[in-house]
């Protein structure tokens, strides 16, 4: 019964937060004084069950300006899983990390004992390192035109 409850929230919050982050996002394309500055955050993540990773990336990819990118394997043993996020709007990293951790503790509220610190989780600009349109290495079916 308890999970059953957890899940109708989580559906409830979830739900809000897509319909907020489209609005926000909305907003932010129609202001011309907003620009899009797209990171890539390393999050590393609590969650361990396949599960709970699948409703968390898949969340983080429902939710409008964010996309689950792939998953990195753990550098030492026991250690984190990292997610690869990247976020459209990505002017306050800090804000955003927050908002993953935040999502992170509705999928599994008993992360809230295990606080994780925004500033401690690496992030960067995400850059297109892809060869130029006119480059003819680039194989026919990757391009474009």
Known sequence: MRGIIHAAGYTCWIIKEIFAAGFDAVFKAFNPATKIEPIVIYYPMRLRTDWEVFWFTTSITATPGTLSMGLRHPIEPGGPITLLVQAAFGSDPEDIIAGLADMEEHVRPSLRNS??????????????????????TVPPAERMN
């Open 115 to 136: 606080p994780i610190d925004p500033k401690t989780v690496t992030w960067e600009p995400y850059v297109d390192q892809g060869p130029t349109p006119d480059d003819d």
